[in-house]
């Protein structure tokens, strides 16, 4: 049965990073990678993914959808908490005044942090309310 249960986790994690990435984000899997994408100059969107049921009912699809807004990040990038462990971490420890959360989305500009929408606010919510939290922070910061 824990076979099973495996197999069925990796289907799950493997969804769950396609449909991200297809969505044109960049998946972001190293601690090097992460400070790469988040130091450079201009914005960047971090979405920060996992298996709950709310990342993929509400927070993928609204991270799908934000970007059909006229402004956007100059960067759309993506770890994967409870997957690439330190990757989440370095992207995490950039997110300063804000606890922890998967799913979530931070906005930095030059490294730093100016805003997130955390799990707190995507859980109860749906894709189209995510949405305009997130176009709502790209006409103001991008």
Same mark, same amino acid.
């Given at each position: 049965?824990?076979? $099973?249960?495996?197999?069925?986790?990796? *289907?799950?994690? %493997?969804?769950? !990073?396609? +449909?991200?990435?297809?969505?044109?984000?960049?998946?972001?899997?190293? @601690? +090097? %990678?992460?400070?790469?994408?988040?130091? &450079?100059?201009?914005?960047?969107?971090?979405?920060?993914? &996992?298996?709950?049921?709310?990342?993929?009912?509400?927070? !993928?699809?609204?991270? !799908? /959808?934000?970007?059909?807004?006229? =402004?956007? @990040? $100059?960067?759309?990038?993506?770890?994967?908490?409870?997957?690439?462990?330190?990757?989440?971490?370095?992207?995490?420890?950039?997110?300063?005044?804000?606890?922890?959360? &998967?799913?979530?989305?931070?906005?930095?500009? *030059?490294?730093?942090?100016?805003?997130?929408?955390? !799990?707190?606010?995507?859980?109860?919510?749906?894709? +189209?309310?995510? &949405?305009?939290? /997130?176009?709502?922070?790209? *006409? =103001?910061?991008?």
């Amino acid at each position: 049965m824990s076979m $099973d249960f495996n197999l069925f986790m990796n *289907d799950v994690v %493997a969804t769950a !990073r396609e +449909e991200i990435k297809a969505a044109g984000y960049q998946e972001l899997t190293t @601690p +090097e %990678a992460v400070e790469e994408a988040i130091t &450079s100059e201009g914005t960047t969107l971090v979405m920060v993914n &996992s298996v709950c049921g709310c990342a993929g009912g509400v927070a !993928r699809p609204a991270a !799908r /959808l934000a970007i059909a807004n006229e =402004k956007t @990040p $100059d960067k759309l990038v993506t770890v994967f908490a409870g997957q690439d462990k330190e990757a989440t971490a370095k992207a995490r420890s950039y997110f300063t005044g804000f606890a922890p959360s &998967s799913p979530s989305f931070a906005i930095l500009k *030059d490294g730093q942090i100016i805003n997130m929408v955390e !799990r707190h606010e995507i859980e109860g919510s749906d894709p +189209e309310e995510v &949405s305009g939290m /997130l176009q709502y922070l790209f *006409d =103001k910061y991008c």
